[in-house]
């Protein structure tokens, strides 16, 4: 897959749709990756303590899978040059082998100076969105 041009894309461009499987496995390895072990990721009774529905994705996991979208399409993750989202709801993850999953779109919602581009992301759980404001701008050749 090549690399979309500037001068090809348009306001209004979709981005291919994802869906991201989670499971408690990939809490594990993200948690060993970011150094971030906060019980909440992992145990489900102090979860709950917390009034949690049940161990929660880390919010900068979530963040790094709606990304994914914008990486994929944009085919080089360095043009990614400004990324920045809401945490708007958790993402709960059951402990089981189907996990969950974090559903994603992307729509180019500006073009702007210098050949960048400004999308805008949609990611959801369940029907419900867990990230607001989620924006990427990407440098386009």
Same mark, same amino acid.
């Given at each position: 897959m090549s690399a979309p041009s500037y001068d090809d894309v348009e306001v209004g461009t979709e981005l291919p749709s994802q869906t991201? !499987? @989670?499971r408690? @496995?990939?809490l594990v390895r993200y948690a060993g990756a970011s150094g971030d072990f906060n019980v909440i990721h992992w145990n489900e009774r102090a979860a709950r303590s917390?009034?949690? !529905?049940? @161990?929660?994705?880390?919010?900068m996991f979530?963040?790094?899978?709606a990304v994914r979208v914008v990486t994929d399409w944009a085919v080089d993750p360095a043009a990614v040059v400004d990324y920045g989202v809401r945490f708007t709801r958790p993402v709960p993850v059951p402990d089981d082998e189907t996990g969950t999953a974090v559903e994603v779109s992307g729509t180019v919602a500006a073009k702007l100076e210098d050949r960048r581009v400004r999308v805008d992301l949609t990611a959801t759980h369940g029907g419900a969105k867990v990230l607001g404001r989620a924006q990427a701008v990407v440098q386009l050749g």
């Open positions: 991201f !499987p @989670v408690r @496995v990939d917390v009034g949690l !529905p049940d @161990v929660i994705a880390h919010g979530t963040m790094a899978l």
